[in-house]
């Protein structure tokens, strides 16, 4: 009988030291060179900063405010059924989650709405890259007549002048100007507020040295996001927004999409068949919030576009633990929104 139980002892001593160097063996897969990450990510994001500054359209309290106001105006549609905020839901991360959005006539455009929120931080806006900044951005949606409808500058100048609480705000808003309602101070005010639409993450703290700020699981995502070669195009402080690339590098998207369109991108700005399929890289901050993918809103689930992305512009087919560990370090980038910002000015006016 004793033998017995000293070979009951002798194999429990033998299962607890094979499992304390199986959780050796656990410890050191998951080992995280914080340091390392962390300097890998400031040099290939930077900083990311509080707002995103123009010298040519100086931010002040007073042009963000009523930018604020502008944003939320049903007026700045023809018919007065659309804001800037009914594709770029403030209180939704910058987007109404739909593959195109309606709009004042409740007639659907051909590409997704892109999220507002860190907007002002990419080179070029728009999937084609057709505005320079978010100043000429702001404009180019009410003027544009699937859009917001308003048939010309003066149309939308004559309307805001009529409302007894723009003359105040503009005026607040451009204190040199003789006549500070005008379309240009329209869109610079809009833009202004967007300057301001930064939205600092757990990633960020990770990035400042806060090494808790992200677990182990995020930490190996950022880590396979890097090595398998998506920092390549998804760069600085957006992480993305600062380039354009070819989607389909190694196979026709639409056949990985199921797009009912092919679109053909930048081509047709610039009209050079050498832009064909070329789209601005997206930004991926507040990415897990912004559901469906892509230019034409194709894909729904991250998970999906994240397989996609590897397989059509690198060339690699990724695990599915590989795929559930990069989604994990993207949804680090989810950021605060502050409530009054999600909330419109214009309820308290009323």
Not at 35 to 45: P, V
Not at 65 to 79: C, T, V
Not at 172 to 188: G, R
Request: charged share 25%; with cysteine.
């Amino acid at each position: 009988m004793k033998k017995y139980i000293v070979l009951i002892m002798i194999s429990g001593i033998s299962i607890l030291i094979a499992c304390k160097q199986n959780t050796k063996q656990v410890e050191q897969q998951v080992q995280i060179d914080d340091e390392a990450l962390i300097k890998m990510a400031k040099s290939t994001f930077g900083v990311l900063p509080e707002f995103a500054n123009n010298p040519n359209n100086p931010l002040s309290d007073a042009k963000v405010a009523l930018g604020r106001f502008l944003y939320f105006d049903k007026q700045l549609s023809k018919n007065g059924n659309i804001s800037c905020n009914s594709c770029h839901a403030l209180n939704n991360f910058g987007v109404d989650n739909e593959k195109t959005s309606p709009g004042d006539d409740s007639i659907r455009g051909e590409r997704n709405t892109p999220t507002v929120f860190n907007a002002a931080l990419h080179s070029t806006q728009f999937w084609d890259g057709r505005a320079k900044d978010v100043e000429e951005q702001a404009g180019m949606p009410i003027l544009n007549p699937i859009e917001h409808g308003i048939p010309d500058k003066t149309f939308l100048e004559k309307r805001i002048k009529s409302i007894e609480m723009y003359k105040g705000l503009f005026s607040q808003a451009f204190p040199d100007e003789k006549e500070p309602i005008s379309f240009n101070n329209i869109a610079k005010a809009i833009a202004a507020f967007e300057r301001k639409m930064i939205t600092p993450s757990r990633f960020d703290k990770y990035i400042a040295g806060d090494i808790a700020a992200l677990n182990v699981t995020e930490k190996e995502g950022f880590k396979l996001f890097m090595e398998t070669g998506c920092n390549t195009c998804h760069i600085g402080p957006a992480l993305g927004g600062a380039l354009f690339q070819k989607f389909g590098l190694y196979g026709d998207y639409w056949l990985e999409t199921k797009s009912e369109k092919q679109d053909k991108g930048r081509s047709e700005i610039t009209k050079s068949e050498t832009d064909t399929y070329f789209f601005k890289v997206s930004g991926l901050r507040n990415v897990s919030k912004t559901a469906p993918y892509f230019h034409d809103g194709s894909v729904a689930d991250l998970h999906e576009a994240v397989r996609i992305m590897a397989k059509l512009q690198l060339n690699k087919d990724l695990s599915v633990d590989n795929i559930n560990k990069i989604v994990s370090f993207l949804e680090s980038l989810t950021g605060d929104i502050p409530d009054n910002m999600k909330e419109s000015p214009l309820a308290a006016k009323q």
